[in-house]
T-cell receptor, first 112, second 113 residues
Framework: GQNIDQPTEMTATEGAIVQINCTYQ??????LFWYQQHAGEAPTFLSY????GLEEKGRFSSFLSRSKGYSYLLLKELQMKDSASYLC?????????????FGKGTKLSVIP | GAVVSQHPSRVICKSGTSVKIECRSL??????MFWYRQFPKKSLMLMAT?????????EQGVEKDKFLINHASLTLSTLTVTSAHPEDSSFYIC?????????FGEGSRLTVL
């Protein structure tokens, strides 16, 4: 099966940088997703990592280490609107399918 | 990016009635759509995979007679919660795959009184 672990909650200050970690176990790695979910809304896609390393997209970056089963989402220049849950997710084993397994999510609170 | 639309966004119904939620891919065709359920402060739970033109595949523990899924066209999947009860109150979300990227609908909040 697949297993995903993330911290439950984090708090950070506006303008700061925060790193949200995700560790996972899976028998057939096929990429890792990060989603942002504001309360009462559906998740929105942030990133998809397949290869090791850091991928930067504006204020958000995502890092992957396949050998360590570890990923993190890095949020820079935090804004109040970044307060949300951040979900780490794995596709199932095998290519061509997108039935994601989601972690429980990390609730980020950005304070002034 | 691609757009997936859900309707209704909020619905309140009486216990024992049935509720239908629609999920549409507006600018792409989706042979596969997914239905999720989310309880407050919990992660998304995959309920079923909806396949165009064939029966849906349900996850373990999800009652297929209670949560009817129909995927009659390449742009529309529907989830019908039959004989709804208060414990079915939840946030239901659909998603669809467009050339390798998963897009989510806005979600539908169901409240059963």
């Amino acid at each position: 099966g697949q297993n995903i672990d993330q911290p439950t909650e984090m708090t950070a200050t506006e303008g700061a940088i925060v790193q949200i970690n995700c560790t996972y176990q899976t028998s057939g790695f096929n990429g890792l997703f990060w989603y942002q979910q504001h309360a009462g809304e559906a998740p929105t896609f942030l990133s998809y990592n397949v290869l090791d390393g850091l991928e930067e997209k504006g204020r958000f970056s995502s890092f992957l280490s396949r050998s360590k089963g570890y990923s993190y989402l890095l949020l820079k220049e935090l804004q109040m609107k970044d307060s949300a849950s951040y979900l780490c997710a794995l596709p199932p084993r095998g290519a061509g399918s997108y039935q994601l397994t989601f972690g429980k999510g990390t609730k980020l609170s950005v304070i002034p | 990016g691609a757009v997936v639309s859900q309707h209704p966004s909020r619905v309140i119904c009486k216990s024992g009635t049935s509720v239908k939620i629609e999920c549409r891919s507006l600018d792409f065709q989706a042979t596969t759509m997914f239905w999720y359920r989310q309880f407050p402060k919990k992660s998304l739970m995959l309920m079923a995979t909806s396949n165009e033109g064939s029966k849906a595949t349900y996850e373990q523990g999800v009652e297929k007679d209670k949560f009817l899924i129909n995927h009659a066209s390449l742009t529309l999947s529907t989830l019908t919660v039959t004989s709804a009860h208060p414990e079915d109150s939840s946030f239901y979300i659909c998603s669809a795959d467009d050339t390798g990227e998963l897009f989510f609908g806005e979600g539908s909040r169901l409240t059963v009184l």
